[in-house]
């Protein structure tokens, strides 16, 4: 078993016995082991008794499976960790009521107390996939590549880059589906980016060329253009502006 699936038995371990846990929720690869590999993190909610919270937040030694090296508080309740020997880890801790408003996929129950009422650990406000409007995202991203190229001219390369390799790439990397034909890897509710070179087996060529770095903004945009252009049907001036651009 990988590394870090073993640390979070160990973690199931060491906290089940504390009154006031009543579940330790697996999430991520926590919960679909499938995926687990050497670069998993622990990624889980812990779930403990009506008053219980702040505790469990304020002093972090039931979470000393291994010692800690880095700690951050970053969500009120939360914290990312890195332990000493290399794995990290991310959580929250919740009181059983919080669960019916936060965002969650499917977790693992590794650890349910006795009597605890598991109803609450099913998520109930899942991210829907929302409906792909095509016309939507290549005339938001020719906008987004124009506005880009602009600021590129004018000197002002890290904005660009944000506009043409970000922003418009991501539009793009919202219409694969359309152009290429997909497999069975799980896509993330949370993040449309995760796993989009497994799902496409063309991805990692586009994305590449549309992702050039901080120097190649031009290229990177003249590119996004060309993939629009034969996938797509393009407004002609929108086209030769950005072109035009690009080849400035």
């Known amino acids: ?53 702040q505790p469990f937040l304020k002093n972090l030694s039931w979470l000393e499976i291994r010692p800690i090296a880095f700690k951050f508080k970053n969500t009120p309740d939360g914290f990312k960790v890195l332990f000493e020997d290399g794995l990290f880890a991310e959580f929250a801790v919740f009181e059983p009521e919080e ?4 965002p969650f ?30 016309s939507f995202n290549v005339f938001e991203a020719l906008t987004n590549l124009l506005i880009g190229l602009q600021r590129e001219i004018r000197g002002e390369h890290a904005s660009a880059f944000t506009f043409i390799q970000v922003n418009a790439a991501k ?20 993040d449309n980016d995760r796993r989009i070179e497994k799902r496409f087996k063309d991805a990692k060529t586009v994305l590449s060329n549309l992702k050039q770095g901080y120097s190649r903004n031009k290229a990177s945009a003249a590119y996004a253009l060309e993939f629009l252009d034969k996938h797509f049907s393009l407004n002609p001036a929108m086209k030769d502006k950005i072109m035009a651009l690009a080849n400035t």
């Open 1 to 53: 078993m990988h590394t870090a699936y073993t640390h979070f038995m160990e973690l199931k371990e060491r906290i089940k016995n504390n009154q006031h846990v009543l579940s330790l929720l697996g999430l991520g690869s926590m919960a679909d082991t499938q995926r687990l590999d050497e670069f998993s993190d622990i990624d889980f909610f812990l779930i403990v008794e009506k008053g219980k919270k």
């Open 171 to 190: 539009l793009i990397m919202e219409l694969f589906e359309t152009v290429y034909e997909s497999n069975s890897i799980k896509t993330d509710p949370f």
């Open 105 to 134: 996929t499917e977790g693992n129950p590794v650890y349910v107390k006795a009597g605890f009422d598991t109803d609450s650990l099913k998520p109930r406000h899942v991210p829907k996939k929302k409906t792909l409007d095509v």
């Open 99 to 102: 669960l019916k408003s936060i």
